[in-house]
């Protein structure tokens, strides 16, 4: 529309509006209009609106409808906009362009056309139930044609500016307006961010989700539809940078780590894109992807054959793809850049962060019954591991003696936090096993004991007494049982920091497979799957196959889309994983230095405190 009100051979814009359109729709006609306009739809549709529908009231009675749609029904949108047709077809008499959205029509050409089209949408309107209303409908003119507008539309009430109007929530008019609204819309938005700045310094997690899923949604419409407006935002980026990034990731961040913030978590960082730098590419883009669709509005074409239907979706699938790719390189340009900057001790957290399965819990909501919220600590700690930061608030020196590091916290023993971790990922395997419909799931299970087999590595597991962590039936196929050992290692640990992630992965994996893998074919014939995980939630190919093989089994029993699916249960997995390491983080590991029979002694003299105390208690009486 923006297009066809700049062009020179336009002199305005009429913006027309309907009263209470939705709720004024002649049914009848509309039903009837219904079974040669669209039949496949018709019947579904006459059955639900042949008869009044029920509206109730607060009393307890309820009135009968029997015009309009009814609010809240799937059906009100499409067949209202059906059964506009004959009022868009009417109106074509008219020379002057046209388009509607809903009951959002709007006009472009000179002001004599568009009075006829005005004229035959007041006469032909209201016979199918669409009232144009003049006080809500708007005239934009080209600058120096207001006097002659002003005659022309003189009796129908509608409101002649020069200037501009919001239409389908973009600006349309003069630059002078477009900058105008956007900076009111940027101040309102700047208000809002501030806000949730505030918030954030007690709720960080579910004010970082409402601005990644919601806020920052706002201001990307306005930038894929208005054009040359980057500059505008700047007043939002700076409350990104000096508040809202401080206050609710870390203080600790420098300006030079902004460009990572800005990359997509897949990318090794978190969204919080800024909006200056991307305000013009979104406009190219969305041009780019709407290039087909925006032909056939400017070319007013009506009519359409199934092999016409056919290019078309050819044409918008082909755009949309190359402005996905066009997007993607982008980004990966993006992260190289960001990733050559970065110090040679931060490479390794970079390399975590762009695995696949790393970064899940950043895109998640935090709701509550699925446990993917993080209070305030858990959060800033979180963020402070994946950017390598310090945390803050801890003792210099662990229990055990040695230095307080981050890599010692996730490999220390002392408290149990390495088996937690472990247990948590085996259960939350198993569970998921058995809500996919597996027979005979079982934690760690017993292999069968050895009777005079002979294997071919020497590193075999060949104990009596040797077990897995999960075992299940009917997973690869019928009948068929499989075995699962779950390790989950420290990524900055020596033996592990020196090599690529990948190299990390694959050995971990043919280490448990030279200590199970033959014994669980030959002996228990059945088939054996390593499941590891680095702390930060990278998984081996192993367990990417496993669990995208478990979500293809959930999926079917619940009748669940299998990308929602797998979605979840990388959710769960990256949830555990991300709580237990936290956890090991803070939590009190104990004294090294207690010895066994202290307890021991303790334990006894809390007995013999409770005999004495029942002793006497029965001796009263």
Request: with cysteine; glycine share 6%.
């Amino acid at each position: 529309m923006s297009s066809m009100f700049d062009d020179d051979g336009s002199e305005g814009v009429l913006l027309a509006d309907a009263t209470n359109a939705f709720n004024v729709l002649n049914r009848a006609t509309a039903l009837v209009n219904l079974r040669y306009l669209c039949p496949p739809l018709a019947t579904f549709t006459i059955n639900i609106y042949r008869s009044p529908a029920k509206l109730f009231l607060q009393n307890g009675t309820f009135i009968l409808s029997s015009e309009g749609t009814t609010q809240g029904c799937n059906l009100a949108s499409p067949w209202y906009c059906i059964s506009l047709n004959p009022l868009i077809s009417a109106l074509s008499e008219a020379d002057c362009a046209q388009i509607f959205f809903a009951d959002d029509g709007a006009s472009v050409g000179k002001l004599l056309a568009m009075r006829k089209w005005w004229d035959i949408l007041c006469e032909v309107g209201p016979g199918l139930g669409y009232f144009p209303n003049g006080k809500k409908s708007v005239l934009i003119v080209k600058p120096g044609l207001e006097n002659t507008a002003s005659s022309i539309f003189k009796d129908t009430g509608v409101h002649i500016t020069s200037e501009g109007q919001r239409y389908l929530g973009a600006p349309l008019g003069t630059d002078e307006f477009k900058k105008q609204y956007v900076s009111q819309q940027v101040e309102t938005w700047a208000q809002e961010l501030t806000d949730l700045s505030d918030f954030s310094t007690s709720e960080p997690h579910p004010s970082f989700s409402a601005y990644i899923m919601g806020l920052s949604k706002r201001w990307l419409f306005i930038m894929r539809t208005t054009k040359d407006i980057s500059g505008l935002f700047q007043p939002l980026e700076d409350i990104i940078s000096s508040t809202f990034i401080p206050k609710t990731i870390s203080n600790q961040l420098t300006p030079n780590n902004r460009k990572l913030l800005s990359l997509p978590a897949r990318h090794g960082g978190l969204g919080i894109f800024n909006p200056v730098e991307i305000a013009d590419f979104e406009y190219t883009s969305s041009a780019a992807a709407t290039a087909p669709l925006s032909k056939i509005i400017t070319g007013q074409k009506t009519q359409f054959d199934p092999e016409s239907l056919h290019l078309l979706k050819r044409d918008l699938v082909s755009a949309k793809s190359e402005m996905l790719t066009t997007k993607r390189l982008s980004q990966t340009k993006a992260e190289e850049l960001v990733r050559e900057a970065l110090p040679p001790t931060e490479q390794r957290f970079h390399q975590e962060r762009t695995r696949r399965g790393s970064s899940i819990w950043v895109t998640s909501l935090p709701p509550k019954e699925h446990r993917f919220n993080l209070n305030k600590q858990e959060f800033w700690d979180s963020m402070s591991l994946r950017y390598c930061l310090e945390l803050e608030g801890r003792p210099p020196n662990c229990p055990c003696g040695k230095p307080n590091t981050t890599e010692h916290s996730l490999s220390c023993h002392l408290g149990g936090y390495v088996q937690l971790r472990h247990n948590e990922i085996r259960d939350l395997t198993a569970n998921l096993l058995k809500e996919a419909g597996c027979r005979d799931v079982s934690r760690e299970p017993h292999l069968l004991p050895i009777t005079g087999e002979t294997f071919r590595l020497k590193s075999a597991n060949t104990a009596n007494d040797a077990r897995l962590d999960v075992a299940a039936r009917d997973f690869w196929l019928p009948m068929d049982k499989i075995y699962t050992d779950v390790r989950i290692f420290n990524p900055l640990a020596p033996t592990n920091s020196a090599i690529p992630l990948d190299t990390a992965l694959k050995r971990h994996e043919d280490e448990k497979k030279r200590c199970y893998n033959e014994r669980v074919l030959e002996v228990e014939q059945s088939c054996f799957c390593p499941l590891v995980f680095s702390v930060t939630g990278a998984l081996g190919n192993e367990a990417e196959k496993f669990y995208r093989r478990l979500a293809k089994l959930l999926a079917d029993k619940t009748h669940q889309a299998y990308s929602d699916t797998i979605r979840y249960i990388r959710q769960r997995l990256s949830f555990t994983l991300l709580r237990t390491t936290v956890i090991s983080l803070r939590w009190h590991r104990g004294n090294k230095f207690t010895k066994t029979r202290q307890y021991k002694s303790e334990l006894n003299d809390i007995n013999l405190l409770y005999n004495t105390f029942n002793s006497t208690k029965f001796n009263q009486f």
